[in-house]
């Protein structure tokens, strides 16, 4: 009797990490459903364009070979920009960004909210980053264990901690992040620009067959044609809207997630904080060489960490004692390497002390937006 109440102990928890291990398998390949739907999608339009448009319905060959040559140039690099978006290699947060075991031992048995602070602060002085939650305090990942990046937000569908996280895309599978970002902007322009070809070019056949002149020698490849302009254009309609949102997130150097709250900086919300002029927040994503920006090659400036703010944000003057004890005032400045001079922070601003007297003051006695619960759930979206 003893044993088998033994064996059921133990061989359930084999049956659950049994059921953890199928639930998991399947909720993978369920995810990839929305990809297969865009494949399935593409691989129709091709036959109905290519073999029922241009083989078996136009008649001229110059129209064939024009039709063709243009369509094949904007399949490849849509098809090329969605395959860079989904497998992006999504590398994980530096490991300077990691709490120590130590540090976190310190965090777990921390007796107040404050103690934490003060924690996580000692820790964040010396990593760059500039942003904070809604209450002024490091933003902190309790899943990944670690000080969140500038810009870096947790992906509960990916579980882990990603770079400049735009959003979480089933489309794509994949998160929509700094690594991929370029990708994601030419796979919308590509694909805007394939819908709109085949719509254009499937236009004087669908009013023929709106009018009856279509013919009935290719009577079912005709609906392959029609049904190919009404999907081109209610994708196109989709597509040209959030190709359009996503140009105006470029040019403000904004995310989605930074739209809908702007980041938090130390004098306080900023939805301009990282915007740098139209053109440089351009060539943060797209990068300083005008021959790779329509090709779907990683040419991002940064390391995806560290991003140049605003000059009410970062550029700071600081005084320096030389080796007589005179002192003088300067300021730092970082370059991405193109040759363009972004303002970023001085040492001493790294370590200016979130939790001092003088940060909360500015605080004082009024109600903040949020809980820092309340943000850190934001954060880990």
């Given amino acids: 009797m003893a044993s088998s109440v033994h064996n059921n102990r133990l061989s359930q928890p084999r049956s659950c990490a049994y059921c953890r291990t199928c639930n998991m398998w399947c909720w993978r390949a369920f995810k990839w459903l929305p990809v297969l739907l865009v494949v399935s999608i593409i691989t129709w339009s091709y036959y109905a364009y290519v073999i029922q448009l241009c083989i078996f319905t136009i008649e001229s ?30 590398k994980p947060i530096p490991e300077k960004y990691k709490l120590p075991e130590e540090e976190l031992e310190k ?5 107040s909210e404050d103690a934490q602070r003060t924690i996580l602060e000692n820790f964040a002085k010396d990593l760059p980053v500039v942003t904070r939650t809604m209450s002024g305090s490091v933003r902190y990942c309790n899943r990944c264990v670690i000080v969140k990046p500038d810009r870096a937000h947790h992906c509960s569908i990916c579980s882990r901690c990603v770079l400049k996280m735009d959003h979480h895309c089933p489309w794509v599978n994949n998160c929509v992040c700094f690594h991929n970002y370029k990708f994601f902007m030419l796979f919308l322009g590509y694909a805007l620009l394939y819908c709109l070809f085949i719509m254009s070019t499937c236009l004087p056949y669908f009013i023929k067959f709106w009018k009856g ?9 005709r609906y392959h044609i029609v049904f190919a302009f009404f999907v081109a ?12 949102y996503h140009c105006y997130l470029v040019a403000h150097n904004r995310t989605t997630l930074e739209a809908f709250r702007a980041p938090m900086f130390r004098g306080g919300a900023d939805k301009n904080g990282f915007s740098i002029g139209a053109f ?46 005179y002192e003088s005032m300067g300021t730092t400045r ?13 040492p001493e601003e790294d370590r ?13 006695e009024r109600a903040r937006p949020f809980d820092e619960r309340e943000s850190s759930s934001y954060d880990e979206l």
């Fill in 61 to 90: 060959t110059v129209q064939q070979c024009i039709y063709l040559i243009v369509y094949h140039i904007l399949l490849i690099m849509f098809s090329w920009s969605y395959w860079r978006t989904i497998f992006a290699d999504i």
């Fill in 107 to 111: 965090l777990l048995g921390a007796e």
């Fill in 213 to 221: 002149d279509f013919g009935t020698s290719a009577s079912a490849g």
């Fill in 352 to 364: 200016e002390s979130l939790l001092s007297s003088e940060r909360w003051d500015r605080w004082g």
């Fill in 280 to 325: 440089n927040n351009f060539k943060e994503v797209f990068g300083s060489s005008p021959n790779l920006w329509m090709v779907p090659v990683f040419t991002s400036l940064g390391d995806g960490c560290e991003y140049p703010v605003r000059r009410e944000h970062q550029l700071q003057t600081f005084t320096t004692q030389d080796a007589h004890g």
């Fill in 334 to 346: 970082s370059s991405y390497g193109d040759g363009i001079v972004y303002p970023m922070p001085t």
């Fill in 233 to 244: 254009l209610m994708f196109a309609t989709t597509l040209g809207s959030l190709f359009g």
